[in-house]
C-alpha cells in the first residue's frame, strides 16, 4: 500500500534546503545519490541506540510501531483518547502535513513534544542555540527546525492544549556511572527482517538513574521560528503551505541556485543519463540559465576547491571557469612556502579553462621539505569513532575512540614494508590506552620522519592526551605515553598546555595543497581521490606496481595481503585501487559503500566507522566477525601504503622537470 504524498518533518527540511527537490525526491526517474537506509547513518551517528535509552526515561509508554501512516494515526488516535498517556513514534496529521513523534506526554489538556537527537549538548551553555547578536545558530537550526514543524502540526490538530517543546540531546559533561551501558542497545531483525535496536534485559535502574541524555526546552526557538520572516517576507506558516501545497500536487517550485547546488543529491552520472534517467541538478540550472548540454561540460565556481565566494559569483553571472579572472579570486601570495589557497584555486581554473592534463609539481619547493625529512620514514593512518554510549564507568558520551592503526616504513634505500598494525574491535572494550601502546612500540625504535594524512591523526593523539591526564593514578604508564604522545604531535589550539614534538608528524595533505595538483583530481584533496590520479598519471607507479610485488612473502611485505598487484588497467586509465578491495559489508549496496568511502559523507567517519559499529552492536558469526576485521586491516593497510605511494610518486618527479 501506497502512503499519500504528506509532507513530513524529513520532505519540510528538504524543501527548506531547495523548495524543487521536493518535486525530484522519492522518483525513480532522478536518482537520489545519497544513502537510502536511513539504518545505517543512524547506526553511525548512535541514533537508534539514543532514541532507545531516551523511551526508558518514560516507562510505561506505547510504541506505534507500524509504518503504514493510516494504521499508524489509528492507533495514535485511539490512544489520545486518554486522558494520560505516553507515545512513542505517534502520527499526527493536519491535511496533508504528516508527523511522528519521538516521544508525546498528554497529560489533560498538555502535551509535551520531546524530540530525541544524538548530538552532543553543552549543558553548561546559558544560550545555547542563539547568537550573541540575533538569530538561530546554524548548528542548531535544522533540529529546531524539525521540532517547530512538528509543534505547527500538533498545534492545529489540538488548538486549544498547551504545547512545550523540548529536544533530549547528549550530556556531554556527564560521567558515565555504570559498566557496558553501550552493549545495552544491540542491533536484531524483527519478524518483518527489519532491523531494529534490543534492548538488554541488564539494563539496570543505576543505568537509567544517572541520565547521559539531558531534556532541553526549546520553546524559545520554536517561538523564534514561527514569528520569523522569510528572505522574501513568507511567514513560517506561508512556507509550509507552499511546500505541501506543491508537494501534494506534484509541482515544481521554480529553483534558484547557488552554492547549495555543490552536495545536491540529485546530480546524476553521465551513465545514468545514457540509461534515460533524469538528472535533477541539470534541469534546475538550465532553467535558470538558459544552458543546454554543451554548457554542462566546463566546469563552474561550483567545482573550485574551498571557495568561499561562489553565490557572489553566481550572482554577477560569473559561473564559467572561463567567465573568471585573477580578480574575481583575489588571487595573492601568502607569506608561506609553495601556491598560496587562491594561488592553487587559480592553478585549478586556469588548468580547466585550457583543458590543460599537465600535472603541477613544484620540485624545488617539495625538495626543501624532503631534504629535512629523517629516514626511514613511517606512515601512519588511524581508524576511529565517537560512540554516543560511553563503554564503561567513569567515561563520557562521544569521547574519541582509537581502535585502528597501519603502519608503513619506507626505508633510506628504497626498500618497503608493512611494518605493523593494530586492530580491537571488541564489544564494549575501551581500547585507547592499549592502542597508543602499541603505537609507541611500532615508532619509538628510530627518529625517522612520520607522516600523516590530513589532520585526524594528530587530533586524536590530542584527545588521547587528555584522557591520560584525566586518570593518570589508572594507568601504570601515564607519563610514558604522555612524552611519546606529545614528541610525535603538537598540541590543538584549545588545549590548555600547548607542545611542538621533535617528531611532530609531517602532513602530506599540506604538501599536496603546496606542491602538487593534478587536475584529475578535480580539486579534491581527499587521498582516495589523490591516489589514482597519481597512479594514471606516473608511468614509473605503473611499471612498478603492474607486477605482484606485495604481499606476505614477496618483496614489498604485507601483513593482510598475498601476490597483491596494484596496477589493474581499464582500458588506458588506472583502477582506482579502493574499488579492488573486497567489499566491507555483504547486506549493504554498491551505492552505499561507495557512499561510506566518500570522506565527507558522514560527519562522523566512514566505511570503518560502520564495520567498528556493525562490530560492536550487530549480532553476527565468528565467521562474519572475522572477515570483517580482516575488510578493515586491508582498507587501513591501504590508507598507508597509498601514502607511500605518492611519496614514490614525489620521488620519481623529483628527477623530471614539471614546473
Known sequence: MTNPRYLTKSRYKLGKECPTKLYYTGKKEYPDSKMDDPFMEALAEGGYQIGELAKHYFPDGHDITTLNHKEAEEQTNELLKQDKVIIYEPAIRFNNLFIRIDILIKNGNHFDLIEVKAKSFDSTDKSPFFGKKSGLLSKWSSYLHDVAFQSYVLEKVFPDASINNFLMLVDKHVICATDGLNQKFRIARDENNRKGITVSQTLTDDDLAHKILIQVAVDDAVNYIHQEKQGDGKS????????????????????????????????????????????????????CLNWKDDDFKESTVLNISN?????????????????????????????????????????????????????????????AEMDSWVFPLHFIDFETSMMALPFTSGRKPYEGIAFQFSHHIYHKYGNIEHKSQYLNAKRGIFPNFDFIRALKNSLENDNGTIFRYADHENSFLNIIY??????????????????FIKSISHSTQSSSEQWCGDRDMVDMLKLVKRYYYDPATNGSNSIKDVLPAILNSSVFLQKKYSQPIYGKNNTIKSQNFEDWTWIEMNGDSVVNPYKNLPKLFQDVSDKNISLLTDEDELANGGAALMAYAKLQFEDMSDYERQELEKGLLKYCELDTFAMVIIYEAWVDMQKQSFC
Open 307 to 367: 571557495y568561499r565566494s561562489t553565490d557572489k559569483m553566481i550572482k554577477e553571472g560569473k559561473i564559467k571557469f572561463s567567465d573568471l579572472s585573477k580578480d574575481d579570486l583575489k588571487v595573492k601570495k601568502d607569506n608561506k612556502p609553495g601556491l598560496s589557497n587562491s594561488q592553487r584555486q587559480w592553478l585549478q581554473v586556469e588548468m580547466g579553462i585550457n583543458n590543460s592534463t599537465d600535472v603541477y609539481f613544484d620540485r624545488d619547493g617539495m625538495k
Open 236 to 287: 513560517f506558516e506561508d512556507v509550509v503551505n507552499q511546500l505541501s501545497t506543491n508537494y501534494k500536487a506534484d509541482n515544481k517550485i521554480p529553483p534558484s541556485i547557488g552554492s547549495k547546488c555543490k552536495k545536491c543529491e540529485f546530480i546524476c552520472s553521465l551513465e545514468d543519463e545514457a540509461s534515460e534517467l533524469n538528472n535533477g541538478f541539470k534541469e534546475c540550472w538550465a532553467k
Open 466 to 483: 587528555r584522557q591520560i591526564q584525566e586518570a593518570p593514578d589508572e594507568i601504570p604508564d601515564a607519563k610514558e605515553l604522555s612524552d
